[in-house]
């Protein structure tokens, strides 16, 4: 089947990215909504399907997800990623990635701790740390000469010893900057945490989308201490448009790691799953595999284009295309001009995108692609007009 990306969908009345604008638009503006990260794609017949039949049922009681969801997970970790020893017991639910992290959180520290995570940082992380009563102590990703950007081992090692850390919050993919990480940092990272035995929170959710030839490898299969030492958390919610779903899941294979995490998990009777989360996961997982390939290869073209763009249109940005994500981190050091009033600019031409201070950075802005051409195509003929 041939899935249609460049199809406009009218999402006014059902989305937060088209109808709650980050930032207050002049009168008479039209929005141009590239901020939040989800994507303006149908999601597949193939949950569409799963869901209307199951509304065919007129009751909506309690239930338990049977064991055809956790074959579903099983299922695409190993035929996506390779991934061999995972089993039902090692898999929780979970409403959001944020809700995990703030339960590996409890289990790991006490108020008023470190947590530790490179920055520019997914800003979920921040408001998760500050919420759970904890401090947020960041080490800089910096940038090679290549323009690569990657973890500063030295600083993480500094601060794991000044901070005490105990908790490590890692993106991986990395949101904003989208790199994939090698298997050697993961490994230096793995062999980091066990000198100083820190619990390492992976997130996951981006794991869908590194881009060929890259591969993502997930953190808890480079090493043992990786492997018994890490809770890492992943969804359908990005790749199939479900985030309003809540479709989360982490995984842990220490046992008594597990069993901690689920008495904390549980405590709030929050991460139960949700009728409707369990069948879109199970037909996404199980018939959703052609339309991620469609996906990924129409979000690298759009990526293409808008670096193109951006590089032949308006010099005045940087644009490097990244490793995964659908999200461009753009730099506009080169204008002269502070982030802020970079960013009106833009909001007076409609075009409404993340600025760097949401993810403690500053000099960029992330901007989300996965929407048909035509309205990357507008949005960047807004940016021009905003930039030059």
Not at 67 to 90: M, V
Request: one cysteine or more.
């Amino acid at each position: 089947m041939q899935y249609n990306f460049d199809r406009i969908i009218d999402r006014r009345g059902f989305s937060k990215k088209w109808d709650q604008p980050n930032f207050t638009l002049p009168a008479g503006v039209e929005p141009i909504p590239m901020w939040i990260a989800d994507m303006d794609f149908a999601t597949p017949d193939c949950v569409l399907d799963a869901l209307h039949k199951r509304i065919q049922q007129p009751t909506f009681g309690y239930f338990s997800p049977g064991q055809e969801y956790y074959d579903a997970i099983i299922h695409w970790r190993k035929t996506r990623f390779g991934i061999q020893d995972l089993t039902a017991d090692c898999i929780r639910d979970e409403n959001t990635t944020v809700g995990a992290a703030v339960t590996a959180m409890l289990l790991s520290t006490q108020p008023g701790d470190g947590i530790l995570v490179n920055t520019p940082n997914y800003n979920g992380f921040t408001a998760a740390i500050k919420n759970a009563q904890r401090r947020l102590v960041k080490s800089p990703l910096v940038q090679d000469e290549d323009g690569v950007w990657r973890m500063d081992f030295a600083d993480m090692e500094r601060c794991i010893q000044t901070e005490k850390i105990r908790c490590f919050l890692f993106c991986s993919p990395h949101n904003p900057t989208g790199r994939v990480w090698t298997k050697p940092e993961l490994l230096q990272l793995a062999e980091l945490c066990s000198r100083y035995q820190v619990l390492v929170v992976a997130d996951e959710i981006w794991s869908d989308f590194a881009f060929k030839p890259l591969e993502h490898l997930s953190f808890s299969q480079v090493s043992d201490y990786a492997h018994e030492h890490s809770v890492s958390v992943y969804g359908p919610s990005k790749t199939f448009n479900l985030a309003g779903l809540r479709c989360g899941y982490s995984v842990i294979y220490n046992k008594q790691l597990g069993k901690e995490y689920a008495q904390i998990s549980q405590m709030s009777h929050y991460n139960l799953p949700n009728t409707f989360t369990v069948e879109a996961t199970i037909a996404a997982y199980r018939q959703g595999a052609d339309y991620a390939d469609q996906l990924l290869s129409y979000i690298r073209a759009n990526m293409v284009y808008a670096k193109q763009y951006i590089d032949q249109q308006i010099p005045m940005l940087r644009c490097t295309l990244p490793q995964a994500t659908y999200t461009l981190w753009v730099q506009f050091y080169s204008t002269g001009r502070s982030d802020e009033e970079n960013i009106q600019r833009m909001v007076s031409q409609g075009v409404l995108v993340n600025p760097a201070s949401d993810y403690n950075g500053s000099g960029y802005f992330r901007m989300n692609v996965a929407c048909p051409r035509s309205q990357l195509q507008k949005a960047l003929d807004a940016l021009k007009r905003a930039m030059v």
